[in-house]
């Protein structure tokens, strides 16, 4: 949501969460703070996907989303998005692999 802090972030990567989808404005983007927060879970292994809460549209992976280690959902929904990643860490964390299984199904 717009003006979103990094509290949430930080408190689901201490309470020791598998996975974090980011359901962002436009192509993914959430406030500084989000992204900053975002950034340094996917930095300390925790798979994060970014998708879009907009109706159509996709993220895709640009240079900025590769270089800080997010996963994209392409043109998935969040919602989408979840169950993908549930199932997704029933079989590995590795975050290439979770992002192929993003651009696969």
Do not use: F, H
Not at 21 to 33: E, R
Not at 71 to 96: C, F, G, H, Q, Y
Request: aromatic letters at 4%; hydrophobic letters at 45%.
């Amino acid at each position: 949501y717009a003006g979103a802090d990094s509290l949430l972030v930080r408190a689901l990567v201490d309470a020791g969460v598998a996975g974090i989808v980011a359901g962002g404005l436009g192509s993914g983007g959430s406030p500084s703070k989000m992204m900053a927060a975002l950034k340094a879970a996917a930095q300390s292994g925790v798979p994060v996907v970014i998708a879009t809460q907009t109706g159509n549209g996709r993220v895709v992976k640009t240079r900025r989303y590769g270089e800080d280690g997010y996963i994209v959902a392409d043109n998935l929904s969040p919602k989408k998005t979840r169950i993908l990643l549930m199932m997704a860490l029933t079989k590995t964390k590795d975050p290439e692999e979770i992002q192929r299984m993003m651009l696969t199904y």
